[in-house]
């Protein structure tokens, strides 16, 4: 048994004693229309459709290119079609970097190809390419420690492997070899980098991701080894002979591009209500066509506000939003604060991790509202979702309206596969599981509902039958 | 249950009565220096050390280049290094077939990156590629009953889906559409041909193999794509539309260059007695590191034979073959064969499916020799290996001197992820599990100990302890 499991029953043994005081008022029960609207979405066929499009008919849709553009125009048919109200673009501009030719191969001792992908803002080899020795470092922080003689001149390979999670932790910490890398080894004088992909699987399929180099540091290139081709590295790198790679990477910043964020509605009777804000981000890396990161999140957002919107009119307007721009740097997010982030919220919700199945709600309603964050929990608890922390949510988009305190909801999906596909070209749509994604969109038209303020069915509709 | 496990309990339960005649004799025991030799070998690292080192150490290693070169210098260097006697290379000559660039995007309506790779003796496109309607067929008998008129001047594509099985099975019928639907779009007066990777995975990876144009067709560029892939191009197709291909592909025959056999044996104590002979190929293709195909093959069957020495000095002679050239179409086999068809064998054996457990047992060894056949599958039984036929044995390369009626032995891999892999990027290193391989070594030292007319121990080697 783990100490947390005993604490845990620990804790639950001793409650009824605790709570001798006053006995707590029974729940109050999860209302049948909320039930019903839960229950009716595990046969949704709206998410489906709306990631099966994105992804053939557009494709990958780089943020600030032409295929950005396309998923915009894409979906703003798609959305008219479907009803929504106010369906528009909001534009912005953002800086855009492209990816070129990227081909990398050990030259000594033991000659070889090696896939290699550039991550984002990576700078560029001259295009024949560089030659140089490879030097290895474990962890992060060995190359941090490491003195500027032994990088100057060479290219560095950080071999640190992140973990399997389910609930994605391993990012943040096991990320700085992508994030913080790139900086670290050009300030030391590297000519290059190449990061041992921020992944789980053992495909030969890069995983990219966007990087920053620091203020004043010269960009050098910068990309990302597959799993096998990592270890390869690392194997070839323990035969103790000097190793030598040879580099080509061409990515180029091409200038300012327009962006933008995508907007529809779901009209509440009282226009005067604070809102309810779901959301995704239309935006995908190139090598895939963003199946899971993240057709499937917008599409979870749009088909729960239609399955509402289906149902009747809600007393608040739910907005939905696909954020333009977010895998570059959270460009359309921070457009929409700046337009938009004064308006009145009831609660911002964003889905942004993957298709697999929805196992945790976490919510940040606030101290008032913890009998609603509470039946929010009663009413998904028959999807299979473990009730979470009333005092947190996240999203990546919708991370700078939480910082403004916001409300927030997290509908958490398991993880643990997600890094096997995340940033790959294996992102596509055959990575979706159907049934998975129904589950999320009940759970999400499950939130919609506790949080919509009651939902008016549609007078002048009969039931069928 | 099914009709074949019903017949099969059929005859079970009927046996008795069947035989009532003349109750069979005992089953030999299987002696217990085989059982010895053959539980010892679950703890193999032989093998391990083979793969993971020629997997490192050279890479892939296309036939007839100077990859393959280096991995006969390797494969020397360790074949003397393990003590095996009469170590050398038998060189032949074979036309070389290289990769070029490899580039596909779907043009209109839904313009898109596609991945694609060359297969083995595609023609090229030039440099700047090609681009030209996308025409579907869902099965070669679709494309052969085509009318030209629906073909010319255009790309096909052939999207029939190979099925997993365990015995690999599918491979022989599906592979049709690489194999022969060059030629067939080529006669018709298709510009290019693409096909769905005869493969069972979902990754970002073609599956490459050989084709041949037969005599008088003009060579087009012939390519597979990955499943994802060729199932985004058959959901674009079903939309309707007139759909359009670009197409790069520059691969080139380069003209006659040297391959060889790598062979090495360990001396039987009667120079006269028919022979043994274990095999592999030392070739792989140029996408993986060719570390199931067929690097775990290679070793598999040395390390056998090296298990054989260890333990002492077999009656028989047992020659390692590791042929060369095996991909682009058994150029080695058939150089062995030349050189070496008439030399006497006992029995002759190849392992070139992989690197998962042997499931099955099949051999040829004649009428005569089925006391001894049975003795196999017995000694087999144990590390839970099937009796399969007695009248039938398989392998690649072998398969020219099996054609001459030569005995032989086929001990079955479990192909159920075989076709995940195979001819992939994805064929490396981190897809061999040591426990697998070690059963395999240990069936084939089983095989080699139970037909090696008996194997006497060193005189000179004391037991430790």
């Known amino acids: 048994m783990t100490k947390a499991l005993l604490a845990a029953l620990l804790v639950a043994a001793a409650a009824p004693a605790l709570s001798q005081q006053a006995p707590a008022p029974p729940p109050v029960p999860v209302p049948p229309q909320i039930e019903r609207l839960r229950d009716a979405a595990l046969s949704d066929d709206y998410a489906w459709d709306i990631v099966e499009g994105l992804t053939t008919e557009v494709g990958p849709r780089l943020a600030g290119t032409e295929a950005e553009a396309r998923a915009r125009d894409w979906s703003v048919r798609k959305l008219r079609a479907l009803g929504f ?134 960009p050098i290139p910068a990309g990302a080894l597959p799993l096998p081709d990592a270890e390869q590295v690392q194997r070839i790198l323990k035969r103790g002979q000097p190793v030598r790679m040879r580099l080509v990477m061409t990515p180029r910043q091409i200038g300012t591009r327009q962006s933008g964020n995508v907007i529809a509605e779901v009209p509440g009777r009282d226009p005067n209500a604070p809102m309810l804000l779901v959301s995704g981000h239309l935006d995908s890396w190139d090598l895939g066509t963003g199946a899971i990161d993240d057709a499937s999140g917008v599409a979870i957002a749009a088909a729960s506000a239609k399955r509402i919107m289906d149902a009747g009119r809600p007393l608040r307007t739910i907005r939905i939003v696909w954020f333009g721009a977010e895998e570059p740097g959270l460009f359309g997010a921070r457009a929409y ?98 049934e998975a994604l129904r589950q999320n969109v009940a759970a999400w038209t499950t939130m919609l509902a506790v949080l919509s303020g009651g939902i008016e069915p549609h007078p002048n509709r009969r039931k069928r039958r």
Chains 1, 2 share one sequence.
């Open 85 to 218: 109200a106010n369906v528009r673009v909001e534009p912005f501009d953002m800086p855009v970097w492209v990816r070129g030719e990227e081909k990398a191969w050990i030259t000594a001792p033991f000659p070889q190809p090696i896939v290699v992908s550039a991550l984002g803002n990576s700078g560029a080899t001259p295009p024949q390419g560089i030659e140089a020795e490879l030097v290895g470092f474990d962890t992060i922080d060995q190359l941090i420690a490491a003195p500027d003689a032994a990088v100057r001149g060479k290219i560095v390979f950080v071999s640190h492997a992140m973990p399997r999670t389910q609930d994605g932790s391993g990012y943040g910490v096991f990320g700085r070899a992508r994030r913080e890398g790139p900086s670290i080894a050009s300030r030391k004088g590297a000519l290059a980098i190449v990061v041992r992909s921020i992944g789980t699987d053992y495909h030969r399929n890069p995983h990219t991701g966007v990087m920053s180099f620091a203020e004043g540091v010269t």
């Open 337 to 434: 604060r700046a337009a938009h982030g004064k308006d009145p919220y009831y609660a911002i919700a964003e889905s942004d991790f993957g298709a697999d199945r929805i196992w945790k709600v976490d919510s940040r309603l606030g101290k008032d509202r913890e009998a609603e964050a509470k039946m929010l929990q009663r009413a998904l608890n028959p999807l299979g979702i473990v009730p979470g922390a009333l005092d947190e949510a996240e999203g990546s988009d919708i991370s700078v309206l939480l910082a403004d305190g916001i409300p927030g909801v997290g509908l958490s999906q398991d993880g643990t596969h997600y890094f096997d596909l995340h940033h790959t070209p294996d992102d596509t749509l055959d990575k979706v599981d159907p």
